[in-house]
């Protein structure tokens, strides 16, 4: 199943469903479990049915767009009685239907007669995509889907009132990210971690065209509106990533984070889960986490895209091996690529065949693109890890 291709949902509903069968759980152990892949976070490094992403490997992109379906159906399960998938699916276009009516939001529901299962593939591919330009969003170290939970708790809200979930979604975001920012300001001085934090937020903002962050004081904040327990929740858990740079939590910003739990009713228990919760997570993952990393923009780029040549490479390795297999001259010169360098003459050959057999495997066709040339080095040097050791042999000969 390939999140990135028409169909995946009707592939993958019946699995979720089979899956929550065989493992039911109450909205806040699914909670729990969203927030052990990072899709809490704003960063999913894996989904609930992961066995097949072991398999093909799908990027951040494509397991946030898995997590995001997947919150949404059990939800609708959740709430509504003898829940039937065709219903599930039309709910979730009538709820962003429902987000669209407002001009300066992000997602354009599809037109025509498609089918509710393809409308919703369409709709979350916007909904995870960046908000910045192909070229910034390239370079960039965030993922900004941080907030895209609040698009979850939106839908039950819509499910049980039936009412507008713009304006629900709108003073959700409000409320979160003037205690993200508060809780943000109780570092006396900002290191990459905090601005990297500050930007991630304010680009996963979608609500809201602009939030004056003027309140000093927990108080200040309408907190009233923050009444469920799922909410609350996750407002801890949000605050709490944002005080983790230095691996700790210090006692004023433990003071800080309890004034949330005083006037949201709450005791010691919902700050005592999220600080471990962000503790686990941050420890086990931080090296794999996009807005951890400081490192140069051109080296994180490289990587990126070095991570991306690699999975168009395995998800389509039979039929290169069979192409390439088929001209001998290439196989000669990419054995000989691994051992010294070709002749410019040389990489003229490699780079028109490999281009030629680009052109009859539609996946690869980013490398036919304008600027598209500039990633067959990376390719090459992929090819001989990735593809089978049959292939690697041939190679060496």
């Not at 039911?24 to 927030?35: G, K």
């Not at 951040?60 to 159906?73: C, G, H, S």
């Not at 709709?123 to 895209?148: D, G, P």
């Not at 939030?211 to 923050?226: D, G, P, R």
Request: net charge negative.
């Amino acid at each position: 199943m390939n999140p990135s291709a028409t169909g995946w949902i009707n592939k993958h509903f019946p699995k979720l469903l089979d899956y929550l069968v065989k493992n039911p759980m109450d909205e806040r152990a699914f909670y729990d479990s969203l927030r052990a892949k990072g899709f809490i976070y704003g960063h999913s490094l894996d989904t609930l049915l992961d066995s097949e992403s072991s398999q093909l490997k799908w990027t951040v992109q494509e397991k946030t767009k898995i997590n995001l379906f997947d919150a949404l159906a059990f939800t609708y399960y959740d709430t509504i009685a003898n829940a039937r998938q065709e219903d599930c699916l039309e709910a979730i276009v009538s709820f962003y239907r429902q987000l669209d009516k407002k001009e300066q939001y992000f997602i354009k529901i599809p037109l025509g007669n498609e089918s509710a299962a393809a409308k919703v593939e369409k709709i979350i591919h916007q909904r995870v995509q960046t908000n910045e330009s192909a070229l910034q969003k390239s370079f960039s170290h965030l993922i900004t889907n941080a907030l895209v939970f609040i698009d979850i708790l939106s839908f039950d809200h819509y499910l049980i009132t039936q009412g507008d979930p713009y304006e629900y979604a709108k003073n959700l975001e409000a409320v979160l990210t003037e205690s993200i920012w508060l809780a943000l300001q109780q570092k006396e001085s900002k290191d990459e971690y905090n601005k990297l934090l500050i930007k991630l937020f304010e680009s996963s903002v979608r609500y809201n065209e602009l939030i004056k962050h003027t309140h000093t004081e927990v108080s200040e904040i309408n907190l009233k509106i923050i009444t469920e327990p799922l909410e609350q929740q996750y407002l801890l858990d949000l605050c709490s990533l944002s005080l983790w740079d230095d691996e700790k939590i210090d006692k004023h910003e433990r003071e800080f984070i309890m004034q949330f739990c005083t006037i949201m009713g709450l005791d010691e228990k919902g700050y005592l889960d999220a600080v471990l919760a962000v503790k686990t997570f941050l420890t086990e993952h931080g090296t794999e986490i996009s807005y951890l990393k400081y490192s140069n923009p051109i080296k994180h780029f490289y990587s990126q895209t070095t991570s991306s040549v690699g999975n168009l490479i395995s998800r389509n390795s039979n039929r290169l091996v069979r192409e390439i297999r088929e001209s001998r001259d290439l196989v000669i010169l990419l054995g000989q690529s691994t051992t010294r360098d070709l002749s410019k003459e040389e990489r003229k050959v490699v780079k028109k065949q490999l281009l030629d057999i680009c052109k009859s495997i539609p996946s690869l066709a980013v490398f036919l693109l304008p600027g598209g040339g500039l990633l067959l080095p990376i390719l090459v040097r992929l090819i001989p890890t990735m593809l089978p050791s049959a292939f690697n042999e041939n190679l060496e000969d």
